[in-house]
């Protein structure tokens, strides 16, 4: 079966403290990876998608790489509008049509 | 504002009613996704559709169901509600089948008590 897990489940840092956030799938024939980011009471706002092992994308403090069993969500120098919970997700080939699969997310807190 | 208009934002209903869900994707895009969102569950795919063709059927319960119109405009009715229904429902929208990076609008939450 499709998985995806997410850990930590939160994390509190301080400003400035970089970390990074895994997520590790279980899927036969990966066909991408996306992560996202929800802030409360809204709706998912999509980040990055990574397609292949070794693969790498940026957005100012985020950073996102690929390996063939997880995939990381490093942030550099958090600020505390980072504040979210972030999550991955995964579409595989016997995934229903184009549907992802979602992880619990990782819900971050950065205070100043 | 993602492009995605979900109506109401909120609802209340009592166990064993029926409510109608409404989601207008944003602008050009075909593809329509529904998830469920709970504590415990995380997000849940129920049901996709592309240009008012069903495509795609996840975890949705026999009671729930959903359709796609003309206009691309979608509609999820869920019935006989239980208590356990309550949650978070997020329609998303993305151009093509190909397309994976969904915008998503800022949900709907249900609360059946």
């Known amino acids: 079966e499709d998985q995806v897990t997410q850990s930590p489940e939160a994390l509190r840092l301080q400003e400035g403290e970089s970390s990074s956030l895994n997520c590790s799938y279980t899927v036969s024939g990966l066909r991408g990876l996306f992560w996202y980011r929800q802030d409360p009471g809204k709706g998912p706002e999509f980040l990055f998608t990574l397609y292949s092992a070794g693969e790498e994308k940026e957005k100012e403090r985020l950073k996102a790489t690929l390996t063939k069993k997880e995939s990381f969500l490093h942030i550099t120098a958090p600020k505390p509008e980072d504040s979210a919970t972030y999550l991955c997700a995964v579409h595989a080939p016997n995934q229903a049509g184009t549907a992802l699969i979602f992880g619990k997310g990782t819900t971050l807190s950065v205070s100043s | 504002d993602s492009g995605v208009t979900q109506t109401p934002k909120h609802l209340i209903t009592a166990t064993g009613q029926r409510v109608t869900l409404r989601c207008s994707p944003r602008?050009?895009?075909?593809?329509v996704y529904w998830y469920q969102q709970s504590l415990d569950q995380g997000l849940q795919f129920l049901i996709q559709?592309?240009?008012?063709?069903?495509?795609a059927k996840g975890n949705i319960l026999e009671r729930f169901s959903a359709q796609q119109f003309p206009d691309l405009h979608s509609e999820l009715n869920l019935s006989s509600l239980e208590l356990g229904d309550s949650a978070l429902y997020f329609c998303?929208?993305?151009?093509?089948?190909?397309?994976?990076?969904?915008?998503f609008g800022s949900g709907t939450r249900l609360t059946v008590v």
């Open positions: 998303a929208s993305s151009v093509s089948l190909g397309n994976y990076g969904y915008t």
């Open positions: 559709y592309y240009n008012g063709e069903e495509r």
């Open positions: 602008s050009g895009d075909l593809s």
